[in-house]
Structures are given as structure tokens and as C-alpha cells.
């Protein structure tokens, strides 16, 4: 019998760690050849993901360049995965998110009229310059897509109310709990990160964040680790050149205050499992703290990620520095507030994301002959 052939396609940090869950699952199954290219939007915080997970791709475009522009971006994704596609001539591509590369792999996927579905699909602010521009890459990679996972019933709903088939949707969790769940462990040992005090994990690299939005956000932190010597920051630091730059000039030469370089995801979901409380403006990381029971504080002015808000371990602070502090502040003075959002959630998956994508893939091509039961959050 001739395989199902699965082009899974990404290139960014987040798209790694969550599409490793699905790379895994498909390698389970006889009547699939799964192919995997990256774009390397991203270069080593892509490899020490793929290092993780023993994923090997097929093909890798190596297309980053330092300080490079959403043109860039899109038009070397482009046109090397038309090369790519070309080659492999797989049967379905996978992409995941809302990153450039996800655009660029499901458009690339249309000119060649393969098939693709999106992994991660439905979730909206419907601010399209809020994310920037990973809400519009989102949406039209959503108008490319043949088959839509959506993480949650309210992505599911968002898809619908754009007339997306209901046939064409399947609620699977997302798959960022799958890869949490397999690398946080209560005894994980530390090898380059101190936890002595109580810990305030960081992590901004938004770009409609980028410059005074940020430095608002570092000046409360100041203030913040000044007032509280029980407090430590530990900042992993996006290589961004426009987020390392700002950071250093505000946080640079503070006691307690410990910039250091994007960790390994290993140790990074293990220090969340560690950390006090968690202030991002990232995606991914709204999906895991909630899931480890950890109170996040979001950066940002929108959010497409409403579940962890509605379960109350999420709120939504944006970047003004007054809030910032306050925010910080009352979480760590008011044991109640902190109580209030320190349960363990887990709205966004239950660890078998990848299994229902899998799944979900083999019956509409009639290999398996029921769909997967969804996930209920
Ligand atoms: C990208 C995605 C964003 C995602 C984020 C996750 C787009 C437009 N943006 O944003 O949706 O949330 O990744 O982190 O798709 N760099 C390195 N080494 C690396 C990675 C980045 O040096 O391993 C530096 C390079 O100078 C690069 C710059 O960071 O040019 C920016 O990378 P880019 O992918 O363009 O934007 P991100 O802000 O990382
Ligand atoms: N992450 C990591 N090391 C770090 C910071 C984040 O491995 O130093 C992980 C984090 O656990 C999450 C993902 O990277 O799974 C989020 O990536 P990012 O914030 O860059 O992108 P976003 O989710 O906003 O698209």
C-alpha cells in the first residue's frame, strides 16, 4: 500500500517545541512517510529543539540572517520551499501557528495544490496588528488551510463563525501540553541557572513591543527588584539584537537581576515549574504556566489565548510601566490574589494533542475509519 507522505514545515522556537509532539506521533504509524523541512527562520533556538527531541529534518533552508525583515523572511521561505515541495512532493503539509514560516509553508503548499493542515489553528485577537503580524499570518494561513486542529473549542468557534466547515475542524488540545508534559519533571537539576530566592521568570520579544513598550516594561522591573530583596529575576533574553539591546541598558548592572541567553527548552519548562510568578509577552508560555499552576502576567495589550483569563491563572496587564509594577506588586504582597491564580489549569490540552492530530490526519484519508474523540477543555 503506498504511504500517506506528511511534510511537517517550521522554522521558528515555538513551532518546534509544539509541532516535536505531532514529528513524534507520525514516525508511530506504518502507513506514513513523515518528512520534516525547516525554514530556520530561527537557527539555535530551532536546533536546541530539534537537539531535544532527536528530530533529524529532511530538509533545512537555513534562511535566518541577523536583524532580518518580515520581506526576507517571507520571500526566502518561499522560495525554498518551492524547491523543497518540488523534491519531496508530499501529499499533506503540515504547518503550525501563526509565525511567517507557517504562512510561507501553507502558501507554498497551495501553489503547488498540496494539501495543508494547520495545526494550531483558529485562534483570533481580531486586531490584525495586534500580534503583529502573527495575527494576519494566522488568518490567512486559516483561508489556505484544508484541515484546521484547533487547540480548544473557542478556536473551533472562531473558525465557524468565519464559515469554516465543520468537517474540516477537529478540537485536539494543543500540543504545547503534549511537550510540557514529557520534559517537566520534579527532579530535574539545574546546571546553569541559581534558584535561591523567589524567582521571576521574564521572557519579551514581541514586535509591537519592541523599543518604549519594552523599556516601560524593565524600568518596573527595576523598581520591583529594588523593593523586594527576596525577589530574583531571571530573564532569558530573545536574541533579537532590538530586545538585547534595550534590556541592557535598562537591566543591565542589577543586583538580583540575571540576564541570561535563551535556555534550552528543557530547562526552561522546568524553571517555570520552579518560578514565583511569570511575567511574557510569548504565546507558548500563556498555554504552559497555567498548566504548572504558576500565575502569568501578560505584556501585551490583546490576547488570543482567552481560556487561561476566563480560568483566572492569566490576566492581561499590557505594557505600561504603573501596572506593570502594580500588578508584580500585589502578587507578591497579597497571598489571597497570589492563591486566586496559582491553581493548576490546564484549558489548553491534556497531553494527546498530537495523538488526535495524527489520528484525525489518517481518517480523512480513510486509513482509520473513526476520527478521533475531541478534546474538551
Ligand atoms: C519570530 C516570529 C514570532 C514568534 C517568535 C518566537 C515572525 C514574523 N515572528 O519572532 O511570531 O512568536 O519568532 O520567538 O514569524 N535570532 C538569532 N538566533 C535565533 C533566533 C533569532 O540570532 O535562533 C535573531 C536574528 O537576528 C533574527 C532576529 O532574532 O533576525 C529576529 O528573529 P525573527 O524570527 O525575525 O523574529 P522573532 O522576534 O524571533
Ligand atoms: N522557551 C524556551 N526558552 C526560553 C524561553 C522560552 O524554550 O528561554 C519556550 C517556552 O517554554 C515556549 C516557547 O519557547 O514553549 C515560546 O516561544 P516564544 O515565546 O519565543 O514564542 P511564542 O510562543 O510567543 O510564539
Known amino acids: 500500500m503506498r504511504k500517506l507522505k506528511v511534510m511537517s514545515v517550521f522554522g521558528t522556537r515555538p513551532e518546534a517545541i509544539k509541532m516535536a509532539p505531532v514529528v513524534l506521533e507520525l514516525k508511530k504509524y506504518s502507513q506514513i512517510e513523515s518528512v520534516v523541512a525547516v525554514t530556520a527562520q530561527h537557527r539555535e533556538m530551532l536546533d536546541q529543539v530539534l537537539k531535544l527531541f532527536n528530530i533529524h529534518p529532511d530538509f533545512d533552508l537555513n534562511i535566518m540572517s541577523e536583524g532580518q525583515t518580515l520581506f526576507d523572511i517571507t520571500s526566502r521561505a518561499l522560495l525554498g520551499l518551492d524547491k523543497v515541495l518540488t523534491a519531496a512532493n508530499p501529499d499533506v503539509v503540515l504547518v503550525h501557528g501563526d509565525t511567517t514560516t507557517t504562512f510561507a509553508g501553507a ?101 509591537e513591543n519592541l523599543g518604549e513598550p ?33 534590556v541592557n541598558e535598562e537591566l ?54 482567552p481560556e487561561a483569563v476566563d480560568a483566572g491563572t492569566v490576566k492581561l496587564i499590557g505594557t505600561n510601566q504603573d501596572t506593570v509594577y502594580e500588578s508584580a506588586k500585589i502578587l507578591l504582597t497579597n497571598p489571597d490574589e497570589y492563591k486566586k491564580m496559582a491553581e493548576a489549569r490546564s484549558p489548553y490540552g491534556d497531553g494527546h494533542a498530537a495523538e488526535r492530530i495524527v489520528k484525525a490526519l489518517l481518517w480523512r484519508h480513510k486509513i482509520l475509519n473513526a476520527p478521533p474523540r475531541e478534546f474538551t477543555n
Open 252 to 305: 543591565g548592572k542589577l543586583d538580583r537581576v540575571c540576564l541570561i541567553d535563551p535556555l534550552d527548552y528543557e530547562p526552561f519548562a522546568n524553571l517555570m515549574n520552579k518560578a514565583t510568578l511569570i511575567l511574557t509577552d510569548s504565546g507558548g508560555v500563556q498555554e504552559e504556566a497555567p498548566a504548572l499552576g504558576k500565575p502569568v502576567l501578560v505584556l501585551r495589550d490583546t490576547t488570543e489565548r
Open 214 to 246: 519594552m523599556r516601560q516594561v524593565y524600568k518596573a522591573l527595576k523598581s520591583i527588584v529594588e523593593e523586594f530583596p527576596d525577589v530574583e529575576i531571571i530573564f532569558p533574553v530573545h536574541k533579537n539584537p532590538k530586545v538585547r539591546e534595550v
Open 107 to 207: 502558501l507554498a503548499a497551495y501553489y503547488h495544490q498540496i494539501e495543508v493542515g494547520h495545526v494550531e489553528a483558529g485562534l483570533r485577537t481580531q486586531n490584525k496588528f495586534s500580534p503583529y503580524p502573527e495575527e494576519m499570518n494566522r488568518r490567512l494561513t486559516g483561508a489556505l488551510a484544508d484541515l484546521n486542529f484547533a487547540p480548544t473549542s473557542t478556536a473551533k468557534e472562531n473558525l465557524l463563525r468565519e464559515g469554516v466547515d465543520a468537517n474540516k475542524i477537529f478540537v485536539t488540545g494543543n500540543t504545547v501540553i503534549d511537550a510540557l508534559y514529557q520534559t517537566v519533571r520534579a527532579d530535574f537539576e539545574f546546571k546553569h541557572v541559581d534558584i535561591t530566592k523567589k524567582v521571576i521568570l521574564v521572557t519579551t520579544h514581541r514586535r
